[in-house]
């Protein structure tokens, strides 16, 4: 069964800090992969689409890495700030173009 | 461009009601989907729709109705609302099935 696991489920951390979210999968074949910030009670926002050849990819402050053979991606948030503070959720594309979605990690940045 | 605006954002249904759920988009993508998200899981496709005239279920159909008439449009039609069916619903559309998704900002139905 295609499954996307993220972790931590929820993590708290002081602005300005760093921190990396994880993303495992077990959807095979493997298309593509995308990181999504959800703000609450918004829709989601893309952040990253990463397809089998790439292993790094960066949009400003955000850096997700991909390792296909392990079928593990991380997301990594540089200098957090307040905004910053909401869901990410992974999604990997596999057979048939389907998307699986992880459940996310809800993250909170604290002044 | 207003990207993909859906509305409304909220709504209370009873039970046996129908409803339509609006999903519009200003960028000319060819791909357009219903999602919806249930708490503490990710985001199940209801129904999609690859071009004008052209609409596919998803992993969770039942209950649900697309139609697209036009590229712009893509309304869900809940018929006999069921408690089951209280979600956030997001739409979102695509160039491809290979780039990224733009969503909507959700409406939220709740089945009383």
């Known amino acids: 069964k295609n499954q996307v696991e993220q972790s931590p489920q929820s993590l708290i951390i002081l602005e300005g800090k760093n921190c990396t979210l994880q993303?495992?999968?077990?959807?095979?074949?493997?298309?593509?992969l995308r990181w999504y910030k959800q703000d609450t009670g918004r829709g989601p926002v893309s952040l990253t689409i990463m397809t089998f050849s790439e292993n790094t990819k960066s949009n400003g402050r955000y850096t997700a890495t991909l390792d296909a053979d392990t079928k593990q991606s991380s997301l990594h948030i540089t200098a957090s700030q307040l905004s910053d503070s909401a869901s990410y959720i992974c999604?990997?594309?596999?057979?048939?173009?389907?998307?699986?979605f992880g459940t996310g990690t809800r993250l909170a940045v604290r002044p | 461009n207003a990207g993909v605006t859906q509305t409304p954002k909220f709504r209370i249904l009873k039970i046996g009601q129908s409803m339509t759920l609006q999903c519009t988009q200003d960028?000319?993508?060819?791909?357009m989907y219903w999602y919806r998200q249930d708490p503490g899981m990710g985001l199940k496709l209801i129904y999609y729709?690859?071009?004008?005239?052209?609409?596919d279920k998803g992993e969770v159909p039942n209950g649900y109705n697309v139609s697209r008439s036009t590229t712009e449009d893509f309304p869900l039609r809940l018929e006999l609302a069921a408690p089951s069916q209280t979600s956030v619903y997001f739409c979102?559309?695509?160039?491809?099935?290979?780039?990224?998704?733009?969503f909507g900002q959700g409406t939220r139905l709740t089945v009383v």
């Open positions: 993303c495992n999968y077990t959807v095979s074949p493997f298309s593509n």
């Open positions: 729709s690859v071009g004008a005239g052209i609409t």
């Open positions: 960028m000319n993508h060819n791909y």
């Open positions: 999604v990997v594309m596999g057979s048939g173009d389907k998307l699986t």
């Open positions: 979102a559309s695509s160039i491809t099935e290979y780039t990224e998704a733009f």
